[in-house]
């Protein structure tokens, strides 16, 4: 009798022990699924902040101006039509010409924290700040990527490049690109002026380390540049041409 309530007793206990590690297990499992949500909403209501910022720096910016007509042709770009620009192993972007992002090198009105473009691409919901050329920010590991080769919007028969993650990682700005087509707009908001391009070609390229940017040098342009989604191998270039310039 003593020995049938002892194993009980025992089987109570091992029920009861069991009964515990599972809900830790669930605790667990909740907390692993929790835990990325909130870091990605706290991310986006950061970037939503960041963004308000620019659009509302940029807005007073405008207002005050003398001359409340933005200059949007600046110089001509005489660069050749295949573009060759480098990315280096692990997906950062390297300057052609040696140059590196030092903070020290830039005008002394930049502020390295704050956003000077807005890039969106509206039809697969992408819409992400860039921070100046030269802030330490300025990095595929951190945010969409200005190429140290870029040109900024207002150039004429220039180039904007701009480079992002694809995947699932907190960095992968640009994901949805996979999404996007022929015909699809972009927009760059960039000193109170809206440039709005239509992608015009999208082609792959070997992941080897170098990415030819094939476009029509007698036209301003966006290139954007990501991994191809489930292969390591090769990576997508989209060209978009100008449309139009007018000031929001």
Do not use: W
């Not at 600046?74 to 992002?101: L, M």
């Not at 707009?185 to 239509?198: E, P």
């Not at 007698?218 to 989604?229: D, F, N, Q």
Request: include cysteine; proline fraction near 4%.
């Amino acid at each position: 009798m003593k020995n049938k309530f002892v194993d009980g007793h025992r089987c109570e206990k091992k029920l009861k022990i069991g009964y515990i590690v599972g809900l830790l297990f669930i605790c667990l499992g909740i907390l692993c699924f929790l835990i990325p949500m909130a870091s990605k909403t706290a991310g986006r209501r950061q970037e939503e902040s960041l963004i308000g910022d620019f659009f509302n720096e940029t807005n007073d910016l405008t207002s005050n101006s003398i001359d409340n007509q933005a200059t949007v042709v600046r110089y001509i770009d005489a660069s050749p039509g295949a573009q060759n620009i480098t990315i280096t192993d692990d997906n950062s972007v390297a300057p052609t010409d040696g140059g590196s992002a030092n903070p020290n090198s830039s005008t002394p009105t930049e502020n390295y924290s704050k956003y000077n473009m807005v890039v969106e691409v509206p039809r697969v919901g992408i819409k992400k700040g860039i921070y100046p050329m030269s802030s330490p920010y300025n990095n595929i590991k951190y945010n969409v990527q200005l190429m140290q080769t870029s040109t900024t919007p207002d150039c004429k028969n220039g180039n904007v490049i701009l480079a992002a993650h694809n995947g699932n990682s907190t960095v992968s700005y640009f994901d949805n690109l996979k999404n996007a087509k022929k015909g699809d707009s972009v927009n760059l908001y960039y000193r109170g002026i809206q440039y709005a391009y239509r992608l015009v070609n999208i082609y792959e390229v070997l992941k080897n380390g170098t990415v030819e940017i094939k476009r029509d040098t007698t036209k301003s342009c966006v290139t954007l540049i990501t991994c191809k989604s489930k292969d390591k191998t090769r990576q997508v270039v989209y060209i978009g041409e100008l449309e139009s310039a007018k000031q929001y």
